[in-house]
């Protein structure tokens, strides 16, 4: 099948895969291989390999799949899990905790609602933002006894705040994936840098919901005097001596320094052994593991390594759906890749290219609103898309970073029933879910058009 009928296929293909997703409640690993072989089926892939004529080799169906299984594993596979396991720690020992209060410290508590959307900003950064509120939940409801701002307002702030740097900003582990998926992997530091740069508008847009929807809605938090969070030195002793400064920022700094020194000597053409040591230490698997050095030296001064081994497995616990998850999504792009149907939009490009960098945005936010998950969301769109790049004229790494945004902006468009942060947010704040819609789910739309906005400005600039 080629043409028209193979677009058309693919399309089917998707549709299917997000009703056996959303509807099926079929994992997305099972949904996403038997879609990719189907849509191989289809295309016409051979079953078998087939040597043609001057010595070349057709691939067969089942090379393909492995082939895109097993690629997504060489590139991403550990920065995943080390990732995974760096704000495991953070949250284990407090670090999580101090980052929070560094950031209130930094604007004060006479700005409640700026504090806690920045606080969750920065700790979603290595933590994922279910595991980020539930942390930092207790402080938003010290905050709000504190200072008498509307439960609600806090609520989307916090909530906001966690989301946006869990789809745009590396080391969370959706972002990586979507990264590599797309062929920057190596350029993680620009990947954490755009994020950082795209996460302007949707803070601000999330900023002045959340005050406004404040005023409209009044959560449990609000109305029931009995609903007693624990205050915010209690919350402190909880976790003993919190990490000093210095740990707390180094797992997190240190690597995106030694990928920032990196990327500089590269650049600069710099050359020798040192240069090597410098580029080999920026390795986005080395500077992640240089990380991981520094968060076991926190949990060893935090006298807790004897939770070293739970920690480690539970990380690996946690990653594991998204590590077959994201092998998946790499098998997905394989297969479209060898299908004739980069040919065909070759072809036709200007009919694509035309959609600009609304198209991967589009696909995230229908697969996201579709299945609820935004780590899903971005691998199986970054799959989707990366074979397609050249075709729709990004090319460069720059480029290509800010699809990897448009992607992220998609993947938090919208959160609802089917989402587990949608429940997580609005069971922790006392929302009832009709409230958790007015909040949570409108929330998200108007974070996803403030951020898909600032790109398509972005991409005026740069593409």
Known sequence: MTGLPLIIAFVVAIVIMIVMISKLRIHPFISIMLVSLGLGLAAGIPLVDHKLEGGAVQHGLATVIGQGFSGTFTSIGIVIILGAMIGTVLEKTGAALKLADMVIRLVGKDNPVIAVQLMGWVVSIPVFCDSGFVILDPIRKALIRRTAVSAVSMTFALSAGLFISHVFIPPTPGPIAAASTLGIGDYLLQVIGLGMLCSIFPLIAGYFFARWIGTKV??????????????????????????????????????????????????????????????????????????????????????????????????????????????????????????????????????????????????????KTAQGSSTVSLITTAGIVGPLLPVLGYHTPIEITLVCMAIGAGAMTVSHANDSYFWVVSEFSGMTPDQGYRVQTMGTLVLGIAAIIEIALLSLMLH
């Open 218 to 367: 009044q959560s449990k938090d609000e109305v029931d005097p009995e609903d007693v969070a624990k205050v915010y030195n209690d919350l402190i002793d909880s976790y003993g001596k919190l990490p000093s400064a210095f740990n707390t920022l180094a797992p997190i700094v240190v690597p995106i320094l030694l990928m920032a020194f990196s990327s500089i000597v590269a650049m600069a053409g710099g050359k020798g052994l040192g240069a090597d040591i410098v580029r080999f230490l920026g390795t986005p698997i080395i500077a992640l593991a240089v990380g991981m050095g520094f968060a076991t030296i926190q949990l060893a001064a935090a006298e807790r390594m004897h939770e070293f081994y739970k920690i480690c497995n539970d990380s690996l616990m946690t990653v594991g759906p998204i590590l077959f998850i994201t092998a998946a999504g790499g098998v997905l792009g394989k297969v479209i890749a060898t299908s004739d149907m980069v040919h065909y939009i070759s072809q036709h490009a200007d009919v694509f290219s035309s959609m600009g960098i609304f198209f991967p945005f589009l696909l995230a936010a229908v697969l």
